[in-house]
């Protein structure tokens, strides 16, 4: 019988390890479709439950309540008072953020001075308190019996219990959220555009007022939008600090309490209108932050 050539030998064995990689590199493909399309899914899939989660106790919100009802609660006079209150003291707390948090935001954007972990820390520190230590925090600074009482009493000045403790207790709580984003705007800007116009003869100031604040305007905004949310959704800091007297120091949160224990349909009305307002406004900061996205991504194109 005549011999197979050699040769049949050595591709025999190539021929197999051409099919094995062939086939193993459609496995590889076929995995990779399924991760590209299917596997999206699959993720929606593990993120429903906290999506219904968050969702529907706030849909049952608007589902408890009707149109009738929430109108004619709206009519009441201790829902006007704690909706106007809360409007006031909380764009209030958001003006006084604004002058006194805009010094402390551009020094935390140098990032060149001693203690800067220490102060940024310190700015970060109300965000993460337990509402309730901030009140107590407030009483035992600014309350009769507190380490500034006896010098407000000297005055004549009563902070505790009154519209101003409700401003200084938003304050307290809001205030970080906008330092550290106008922190983050101040800092993202280009210092080659700052030492130009020092070259140009601009003062610090004038730098500061035609460059720095117009180019930082978004980051800005979304700070004293997220800011005034906040303040308007304060509640622990100001039941401790300014009590909760309607007409005077009762906000909507703290109308929501009492509502609660007395009339329900209070309570469902302005939790509503808390709703919206939170709403329209994480709306309204993801728009600014997606258009400065967007612009971001035009610059760096170019």
């Known amino acids: 019988m005549k011999p197979y050539p050699a ?3 050595v591709k025999a064995p190539e021929n197999l390890e051409t099919a094995a990689a062939a086939n193993q590199s459609e496995r590889k493909s076929s995995l990779s479709d399924w991760l590209g399309k299917d596997f999206t899914g699959f993720w929606k899939l593990l993120a429903l439950p906290l999506l219904l989660f968050i969702t529907l106790p706030l849909l049952a919100l608007f589902l408890r309540t009707s149109f009738t009802d929430f109108f004619a609660t709206l009519n009441q006079a201790q ?4 909706i106007s209150l809360s409007l006031v003291t909380s764009l209030s707390a958001t003006a006084v953020t604004l002058i006194a948090g805009t010094p402390a935001a551009y020094l935390l954007a140098q990032r060149n001075f001693r203690f800067h972990r220490i102060v940024d820390t310190i700015i970060d520190l109300p965000t993460v308190l337990p509402p309730s230590v901030a009140g107590v925090a407030l009483l035992m600074a600014f309350g009769r019996r507190g380490l500034f009482g006896p010098f407000f009493a000297a005055m004549g000045v009563n902070v505790p219990f009154t519209l101003g403790a409700v401003i200084l207790a938003q ?3 809001a205030a970080p959220y906008y330092v550290k984003a106008a922190a983050i705007g101040f800092s993202a800007i280009d210092p080659e555009l700052k030492q130009a116009a020092a070259l140009d003869g601009a003062n610090r100031w004038q730098i500061f007022r035609f460059l720095t604040l117009p180019l930082s305007w978004m980051a800005l905004l979304s700070g004293g939008v997220m800011t005034w949310a906040r303040a308007l959704g304060e509640f622990g800091a100001t039941i ?3 009590g909760n007297f309607q007409g005077r120091t009762q906000t909507m949160p703290l109308a929501i309490y009492v509502g609660f224990e ?6 469902l009305t302005l939790s509503i209108i808390l709703v919206c307002f939170s709403f329209i406004t994480l709306m309204i900061v993801k728009r600014i932050l997606h258009h400065r996205l967007e612009v971001d991504l035009e610059s760096n194109s170019i």
């Open 7 to 9: 040769i049949m030998d």
């Open 240 to 242: 401790l600090f300014a």
């Open 171 to 173: 304050t307290f709580v």
């Open 262 to 267: 007395t009339d329900l349909n209070v309570a």
């Open 79 to 82: 829902v006007i008072q704690a």
